[in-house]
Nanobody
């Protein structure tokens, strides 16, 4: 499995940005992709995730309404759109993926718990200037 992020850069406060993640190497649709970020001096946090199996999404409460995660299955792409960017959005953003066990008693499609993710991209810098 390989994850490659793109689309980061320098953006002015109030602007928008779309991050892309190409997820390759999965043999089935039973996987989920999450976006995480780590700001300088802070712990990594999950901001959004999407199940490629059932299409469900989940967001960190504080980013709801500004962040939007989507996918293009045909292209093996997952996107994170960020609107109304704020300086506190400055961070390295990581794309991560995890397998979904569809045979489990309780199927967990979406989670922002980083330890549940098996694969990680290299990260991409997003810097928001005021």
């Amino acid at each position: 499995v390989q994850l490659v992020e793109s689309g980061g850069g320098l953006v002015q406060e109030g602007g928008s940005l779309r991050l892309s993640c190409r997820a390759s190497g999965f043999s089935t649709d039973a996987y989920a992709v999450g976006w995480f970020r780590q700001a300088p001096g802070k712990e990594r946090e999950g901001v959004a995730c999407l199940s490629n199996s059932d299409g469900s999404t989940y967001y960190k409460a504080s980013v709801k309404g500004r962040f939007s995660i989507s996918s293009d299955k045909a292209k093996n792409m997952v996107y994170l759109e960020i609107h109304n960017l704020k300086p506190e959005d400055t961070a390295i953003y990581y794309c991560a993926a995890r397998h979904i066990n569809l045979r489990a008693l309780v199927v967990v499609h979406t989670t922002l718990n980083a330890v549940e993710y098996n694969y990680w991209g290299q990260g991409i810098q997003v810097t928001v200037t005021s």
